[in-house]
């Protein structure tokens, strides 16, 4: 089994920023795309951006400018810096690490933000 964990969230204010982290328990092989998620109360989880294991990024049309992915594939650990904040950036943010026949996440960390 993998483990994900991810941390970095918390209560922040309007137009402060965070930066989130997930790290794997140990190496995985074969990975396609990392990414984020999130789940809004009472809102289906959404895409927030993903990472593509050549480099490639997309990102929700909502955070493009102000958040960026990035991993350490050497540690398999995946990264979002979250900047300019906003309230409805308040979510449950999911890491995720997946491949051919594999399909890991997080447990995920709360984000608020406050106005």
């Known amino acids: 089994q993998v483990q994900l964990v991810g941390s970095g969230g918390g209560l922040v204010q309007a137009g402060g920023s965070l930066r989130l982290s997930c790290a794997a328990s140990?190496?995985?092989?074969?990975?396609?795309?990392m990414g984020w998620y999130r789940q809004a109360p009472g809102k289906q989880r959404e895409l927030v951006a993903v990472?593509?294991?050549?480099?490639?990024?997309n990102y929700a049309d909502s955070v493009k400018g102000r958040f960026t992915i990035s991993t350490d594939n050497a540690k398999n650990t995946v990264y979002l810096q979250m900047n300019s904040l906003k309230p409805e950036g308040t979510a449950v943010y999911y890491c995720?690490?997946?491949?051919?026949?594999?399909?890991?996440w997080g447990q995920g960390t709360q984000v608020t933000v406050s106005s």
């Open positions: 990472i593509a294991t050549g480099g490639r990024t």
């Open positions: 995720n690490i997946a491949g051919y026949g594999f399909d890991y």
């Open positions: 140990r190496s995985i092989f074969s990975i396609n795309v």
